[in-house]
């Protein structure tokens, strides 16, 4: 025992001096992949090795190779930093080591996802009957949202996709916007259905679904189980589908609706920001992101389902020996999500919404926006550098002058260390892509990452 608070006192030093490093570390990893696995020692020990060996080993080789993306000048892909009672919170979990299946494997797992999940819904507008699985990621939220829309648009026509799969089912069609994530193609490969079941609505200049052009798509598929999947946040623009139109033109075709809302679901918990998610409240699913923009510690997603019954029936398992599994008990967990044991996500997520409070969520969505925006207009204030998308949210695309040149100086930040920015492919044109999404960041980190931008040009152009 004395090893193991040794040990994690250890751990903790470990961890708070990288975390207070974080503000003024070199940004991008300082060895490579193949550094790192050179560093291991590479047969398989015999032996034990004591608690502090191991330590000072994973420390000492995992260090170089670690991003500072949990840092305050990390704006690649869209990334949060995890807040300290998140963090705290996590490190907790991992010590009580639950197995979040059911109320018997651990009934406080399953109080916190309850009341996390009624806290989330309230500040992203969700109706308050729908149902929450604690999954991975945004990635796995869709999938899962997307498996109870096939479950009821098969069952609406009579197949019952649970027993029978998709062997001579009904064809589903799934609409999608031409500038979806690329990841709800994915969650149909992994759904059975395949990617030929898209229908693509084109989109309109910033990304977002052309809502009318939907009502045509929709004439033209056949009728047949119909699935819409929005998007709330464009990965590279942050444009936003028109919920409402869209979800009143699904209820007129008998059609599910998805929303992917990875990052963009937070729009809601600010009322400057609200007006973007109009009509969220009119959805079947949606899929949602704790480790983007709550800043909740990897891994960390939401699926939430407006009909709790058809996301267990699409979902949940049970076997004899699975006590707690009874047909009368209240769905959770296990219930909503595709593992059976699975780590207990809810405290990380409960401890971030109770640290922030309603409040606190609201002012890191507005200054992320207002950060965006500064990043904007500082970057529109150089010579040679153009923002192209119109800043709703926390992405900025930015253009300098032609792909190469507009790469050349993504890559000089990039090894530069001051920064982390990320790069696209935009209608055809190699652009930065920036995106805002860290509780830490401030207007001195924006401004030095608009500086290492400014310096990158000039040395690229020289
Ligand atoms: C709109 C959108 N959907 C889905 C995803 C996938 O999210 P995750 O990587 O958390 O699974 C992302 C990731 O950036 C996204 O932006």
Request: aromatic letters at 6%; one cysteine or more.
């Amino acid at each position: 025992m004395r090893h193991l608070r040794e040990g994690l006192e250890a751990a903790v030093d470990v961890i708070v001096q990288y975390r207070e490093s974080l503000p003024d570390a070199v940004v991008g990893s300082l060895a490579t992949r193949g550094e790192v696995v050179d560093a291991l020692p590479t047969s398989l020990p015999d032996g034990p090795a004591a608690l502090d060996v191991v330590l000072k080993e994973l420390v000492a080789v995992a260090e170089p190779g670690l991003v500072a993306s949990a840092g305050p000048r990390y704006f690649g892909f869209v990334v949060g930093g995890s807040t300290d009672a998140a963090l705290m919170a996590d490190v907790v979990a991992v010590g009580w080591d639950q197995m979040a299946f059911n109320e018997v494997s651990s009934p406080a797992a399953l109080a916190f996802e309850d009341v996390a999940g009624s806290w989330l819904k309230q500040i992203l507008g969700i109706p308050a009957s729908a149902s929450t699985g604690f999954v991975t990621g945004a990635q796995a939220a869709n999938t899962v949202g997307l498996a109870a829309a096939r479950w009821q648009v098969l069952q609406d026509h009579g197949w019952d996709v649970g027993k029978d799969g998709l062997h001579g089912a009904p064809k589903v069609t799934v609409i999608v916007g031409a500038e979806r994530h690329a990841t709800i193609d994915r969650s149909l490969r992994f759904l059975g259905l395949g990617e030929h079941v898209i229908e693509v609505v084109p989109a309109r200049e910033d990304g977002a679904m052309d809502a009318e052009a939907l009502d045509g798509v929709m004439r033209a598929s056949r009728s047949g189980p119909l699935i819409v999947c929005a998007q709330a946040g464009n990965v590279n623009t942050g444009a936003f589908d028109d919920l409402r139109r869209i979800a009143e033109l699904s209820k007129s075709h008998g059609a599910w609706l998805h929303v992917d809302g990875a990052f963009g679901l937070w729009a809601g918990a600010s009322s400057h920001t609200r007006h973007l998610v109009d009509g969220i409240e009119l959805a079947d699913s949606w899929g949602c992101d704790g480790h983007k923009w709550l800043n909740v510690p990897y891994d960390s997603g939401y699926v939430f389902c407006a009909r709790p019954e058809v996301h267990a029936i699409a979902m949940g398992y049970t076997a004899e020996y699975l006590t707690g599994q009874e047909l009368d008990r209240q769905f959770g967990g296990g219930d909503f999500v595709p593992e059976s044991s699975r780590r207990a996500r809810g405290f990380a997520t409960w401890a971030a919404l109770r640290s922030l409070g309603r409040t606190g969520v609201e002012h890191l969505v507005d200054r992320c926006c207002g950060l965006a925006r500064r990043f904007a207009a500082g970057l529109d204030a150089i010579d040679g550098v153009e923002v192209v998308n119109d800043v709703v949210l926390n992405q900025v695309l930015v253009r300098i002058g032609d792909s190469e040149t507009t790469d050349r100086v993504a890559e000089v930040v990039q090894t530069g260390g001051v920064a982390w920015i990320g790069t696209t492919t935009w209608h055809g044109e190699r652009l930065i892509r920036i995106s805002v999404s860290n509780w830490s960041t401030t207007e001195a980190d924006v401004d030095m990452a608009i500086q290492a931008i400014s310096d990158a040009l000039v040395s690229v152009r020289t």
